[in-house]
């Protein structure tokens, strides 16, 4: 690889790397994007559907949209914002779950958010299934809810952790995709696609770094890939980097898989409401029905259910989500829906998961990962956001951060 001007490699190109190229190459740094997909975005990914509509496979949600970067970048880009509230801010569908066990279920919700705070504030850093009311009524309900959240139930998240994160509730849409937005920005930068890092040598004067397309030498390096891909050593740090691999290891991705459904007769329901397949579990899928008012249900799987769902292959997705839409609706339902889109996050070789939680006694964890080495490795990522990880706004954060702190050793 013809590489000899490269002055900063940035491994991973999801909306941490992105950002953080972009940040480097504004400010005149000789720069290179190396990704191992065919595509820009890692889990930010946009897909068309044969009618038109965009489909966000990964992130789809502005969190936190009044101080999220990615809104002022789709408006710049032309990109469309949905301000509907997000179903899980609105009641649900009443069939299955009538408004009084609703106003319950609420109240449990609200009650167990208040231990879970104060057992966030002792020093030892436990799981947040402490909090849960013993054999309390909606422990199930209170359980998917921690599976699309973290991607994991309650008793895998550290609760120090998860009370870290900060959230506006102020929660938008991009009617393109939000995957669409984040690949755009990074398409006139200077990138490879197709090449995935294996290892990075920084024993030398410069950095060298081991491509699946031949090597590169730099004087920086930011790694922006996933905290799980770290944790499995599928970069090999030469000499190497225990503190980070331990780091990352206290980091997993938690599971979350999205499947698309084309609904006949969409238009009997509210547009943009939800409801749970089931109110007395865990493993229960989230069914967001006519989200933008498009004729479709966005089911979303977490934690355990969406392993197993995950081990069956595609169409266990589906299968799943039939049998609980025809337990709710009636056996004719099944005419009205066919699948559209599912992608297996899990399985996905450059995620293998959806987001990061931190395991019980890892809080602390996502700073250690998002130390720099010798001003020479830094690194980014969702992971190593302390207060908006999981999001794709926390990745921007550390993708810009990243480069400052690249920016800055170079001054030195
Ligand atoms: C189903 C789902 C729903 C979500 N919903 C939301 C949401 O509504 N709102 C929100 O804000 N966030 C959401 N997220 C989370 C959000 O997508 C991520 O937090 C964010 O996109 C992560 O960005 P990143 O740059 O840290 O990592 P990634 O996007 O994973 O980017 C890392 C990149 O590194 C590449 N890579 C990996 N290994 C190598 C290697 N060896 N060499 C070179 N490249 C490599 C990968 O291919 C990838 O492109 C969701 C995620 C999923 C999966």
Redesign the pocket.
Known sequence: MANDDVEVVI????????AATRRLHDAGTRCLL????PR?????FSVIDPSGFAL????????SADRNPWLEIATEQGASIDKTPPPWMRSALEIGFPPAEQKEFHAAVGSFFVRLERLAQNESDVAGSAALEPGGRWNGLINAMSTYISGAEWDRVSAKDFDRYDDSGVNWRVIEG?GTV?SAYGADLPRVLD????GIDHSGKRLRIE?TRGAIAADQVIV???SS?LAKE??AFVPALPQKIEAAQGLPLGL???LFVALDGAAEFEKDIRLFGHTDRAATGGYHMRPFGRPMIEVYFGGRLAWELEAGGDAAFFDFALSELVNLFGAGFASRVRPLQV?R?GHDP??LG??SFALPGSADCRQTLAAPVDDRLFF????CSASDF??????WQ??VNAAEQVIVARKD
Not at 11 to 18: L, Q, R, T, V, Y
Not at 40 to 44: E, N
Not at 56 to 63: A, E
Not at 195 to 198: A, E, K, L, S
């Open positions: 491994i991973g190109g999801g909306a941490a790397g992105i190396v990704e191992a997909r820009l975005g890692g889990r930010a966000d496979l990964g992130c789809g949600w502005l969190h939000l984040i090449c995935r890092v294996v491509t922006a890939i996933p891909l599928q970069l979350d898989d999205k992608h996050w450059f995620s959806s987001y980014a990522g969702e992971a999981s999001t794709a706004h926390g990745a550390t993708g």
